[in-house]
């Protein structure tokens, strides 16, 4: 079992920067590939980053060279660095981890990033 907690969402102008980030408990954090998920009001959710336990990264093409995902394995937490901010990146975002052995997935409550224009 793994619980995730997401925070660091909130209320930005367009151009702006939010740091998110999800702390992982009950499980080895280490193992799990991470994932940032993201999901606008009518929308489906989309997946945004992924870093796997070997620190590799995948970014959604409408995020790249504008988000950066990392994982701190000590502190057991992942971290969603987003830069110059999109009115059209305004979602919840959603933490969810993966595990590599038996394909589980956990995931966070969301936080909402909301970017105005």
């Known amino acids: 079992q793994v619980q995730l907690v997401e925070s660091g969402g909130g209320l930005v102008q367009a151009g702006g920067s939010l740091r998110l980030s999800c702390a992982a408990s009950?499980?080895?954090?280490?193992?799990?590939?991470m994932k940032w998920y993201r999901q606008a009001p009518g929308k489906q959710r989309e997946l945004v980053a992924r870093?796997?336990?070997?620190?590799?990264?995948n970014y959604a093409d409408s995020v790249k060279g504008r988000f950066t995902i990392s994982r701190d394995n000590a502190k057991t937490t992942v971290f969603l660095q987003m830069n110059s901010l999109k009115p059209e990146d305004t979602a919840v975002y959603y933490c969810?981890?993966?595990?590599?052995?038996?394909?589980?997935?956990?995931w966070g409550q969301g936080t909402q990033v909301t970017v105005s224009s």
């Open positions: 969810n981890a993966e595990n590599p052995i038996s394909k589980h997935t956990y």
């Open positions: 870093i796997t336990s070997g620190g590799s990264t």
């Open positions: 009950g499980s080895i954090f280490s193992m799990y590939i």
